[in-house]
């Protein structure tokens, strides 16, 4: 049985974790580490292997999270550049620049919104690996 393969990135406002070898993982293993992202209300994208949860974590605390959930998983993390990018105009995170949105919102966009900076939402979420 393979071990999972994280890879965490950390966001102004949350962090993204990229199942690297998703595939490979039996389906026991993918109904637990689903069960953990359901657990802290946060979103797993099957079509990209990334799950995010909107809270602020460092590296540290999500290992030792797993490691309290008996998730037996490889970890790494990735450093991210901050990309400069335009202010968003609207709703809850109205001011706050692209770069700057939590992951689960970007994907929220990403399925609900059609609007002006669609563009700008897509680059984010390319950048981003989402």
Known sequence: MYKAHFVFTKFHNSFSVHVENLEQLS????????SFVKQRKGLFDFNTYTFVIQKRLEFSEFVSLLQKSAIDAV????????QQTQKIEFGKYKGLAYSDLPDSYLLWLKSNYNGKNRETIDAELKFRNL
């Open 75 to 82: 970890c790494e993390e990735n450093f991210l550049k901050v």
């Open 27 to 34: 389906v026991e293993q993918i109904q637990t580490i689903e």
